[in-house]
């Protein structure tokens, strides 16, 4: 159904996000390809959770592993060798949420080694709702980052051109790579948080919280020194054939790598009470964390200091959301004993 609602909007949605001539042929060129694929993707994400929860996390790292060398061959097949150019990417990428989505799909069908199989179904109202409830966080959070991507490409539209819609792509892949360390921390130790709080076991699950913000602590240093360092070497990579370009790269990178210092311990955070089965908190971080405060930095701050405000603005929604969750963490710590 999503894949179906794409293909058919996704001309005027560009167009609305301001997309023109050839920006727009080639938004709507890569993502009629890239459709194709969501029902593969989704299957990819949610067996990433499967695999934590049957005991098989090393399998999901395989998984994981071979959908993204799949990703890096097919590109260089299809962009350099065969010069289909920007379709060939939008291929090797969808072929590659195939594999991430399938290959799971084949093993938890099938008898296996792990605690999880695929077997008949049957509905479960009950379940289904408190499911959906507990993970309206995890919603929020990917519907808030379309939401604020496409509104920061507005604004970057607005006040730098295609440039700066450029550059935002680079700091966003960089994020990627970094941010899904903190994610995959989260989620990593989301069912031991689950299991001690279920199982009442308050001292440990007091030390796995202490011990987990120390972690994300040293994480967010080394990433902050990191961005640092590699801002200049890093945006050569991608934009170096545009010295103009590169340069306002390299100093959006000094700023935005500020975010690296707050925003593993908001998600955290949002995981954290997700895993306490309290899913009205973690929507609550979430929403404000990746909506509320990005979308309000990000129409203000421009305002006052034009394009530096928008990459300000990054940093300074993670700072907010830190404090929302440090009181929230305050406030429950009696409530849940950790």
């Given at each position: 159904?999503?894949?179906?609602?794409?293909?058919?909007?996704?001309?005027?949605?560009?167009?609305?996000?301001?997309?023109?001539?050839?920006?727009?042929?080639?938004?709507?060129?890569?993502?009629?390809?890239?459709?194709?694929?969501?029902?593969?993707?989704?299957?990819?994400?949610?067996?990433?959770?499967?695999?934590?929860?049957?005991?098989?996390?090393?399998?999901?790292?395989?998984?994981?592993?071979?959908?993204?060398?799949?990703?890096?061959?097919?590109?260089?097949?299809?962009?350099?060798?065969?010069?289909?150019?920007?379709?060939?990417?939008?291929?090797?990428?969808?072929?590659?949420?195939?594999?991430?989505?399938?290959?799971?799909?084949?093993?938890?069908?099938?008898?296996?080694?792990?605690?999880?199989?695929?077997?008949?179904?049957?509905?479960?109202?009950?379940?289904?709702?408190?499911?959906?409830?507990?993970g309206v966080s995890e919603l929020m959070s990917s519907i808030s980052a379309?939401?604020?991507?496409?509104?920061?490409?507005?604004?970057?539209?607005?006040?730098?051109?295609?440039?700066?819609?450029?550059?935002?792509?680079?700091?966003?892949?960089?994020?990627?790579?970094?941010?899904?360390?903190?994610?995959?921390?989260?989620?990593?130790?989301?069912?031991?948080?689950?299991?001690?709080?279920?199982?009442?076991?308050?001292?440990?699950?007091?030390?796995?919280?202490?011990?987990?913000?120390?972690?994300?602590?040293?994480?967010?240093?080394?990433?902050?020194?990191?961005?640092?360092?590699?801002?200049?070497?890093?945006?050569?990579?991608?934009?170096?054939?545009?010295?103009?370009?590169?340069?306002?790269?390299?100093?959006?990178?000094?700023?935005?790598?500020?975010?690296?210092?707050?925003?593993?311990?908001?998600?955290?955070?949002?995981?954290?009470?997700?895993?306490?089965?309290?899913?009205?908190?973690?929507?609550?971080?979430?929403?404000?964390?990746?909506?509320?405060?990005?979308?309000?930095?990000?129409?203000?701050?421009?305002?006052?200091?034009?394009?530096?405000?928008?990459?300000?603005?990054?940093?300074?929604?993670?700072?907010?959301?830190?404090?929302?969750?440090?009181?929230?963490?305050?406030?429950?710590?009696?409530?849940?004993?950790?």
């Open positions: 159904m999503l894949a179906a609602l794409g293909l058919v909007f996704i001309l005027p949605i560009a167009a609305a996000l301001g997309a023109q001539g050839q920006m727009l042929e080639d938004s709507v060129a890569y993502a009629r390809i890239i459709l194709l694929a969501i029902p593969a993707f989704v299957l990819q994400y949610e067996f990433q959770c499967l695999f934590a929860t049957a005991e098989k996390p090393t399998l999901d790292l395989y998984v994981t592993v071979a959908a993204g060398v799949t990703n890096m061959v097919l590109d260089a097949l299809f962009v350099a060798v065969f010069r289909w150019g920007l379709e060939g990417a939008a291929a090797a990428t969808a072929l590659s949420q195939c594999v991430g989505g399938v290959m799971p799909l084949v093993y938890f069908a099938r008898p296996n080694s792990s605690l999880l199989r695929l077997g008949r179904t049957k509905f479960d109202g009950k379940a289904l709702w408190r499911t959906c409830a507990n379309s939401v604020v991507s496409m509104l920061y490409n507005a604004q970057l539209l607005r006040y730098a051109g295609e440039d700066g819609v450029a550059a935002y792509g680079v700091l966003m892949y960089v994020s990627l790579v970094f941010q899904a360390v903190f994610i995959g921390y989260s989620v990593g130790t989301a069912p031991v948080i689950s299991y001690h709080y279920g199982a009442q076991k308050h001292g440990e699950l007091r030390g796995l919280r202490r011990r987990s913000q120390a972690v994300i602590a040293v994480f967010a240093a080394a990433m902050f020194a990191a961005a640092r360092l590699l801002g200049r070497p890093l945006s050569l990579l991608f934009v170096g054939y545009d010295r103009e370009l590169l340069e306002m790269t390299v100093h959006a990178f000094s700023i935005f790598s500020f975010s690296f210092l707050f925003s593993g311990f908001a998600i955290f955070g949002s995981s954290f009470f997700t895993a306490l089965n309290n899913g009205l908190v973690s929507a609550i971080i979430s929403f404000l964390r990746t909506l509320v405060f990005q979308v309000s930095a990000v129409i203000i701050f421009p305002v006052i200091w034009d394009v530096d405000g928008i990459w300000l603005s990054i940093a300074a929604a993670e700072v907010m959301a830190v404090a929302v969750t440090a009181a929230f963490l305050w406030g429950m710590r009696k409530k849940y004993q950790y």
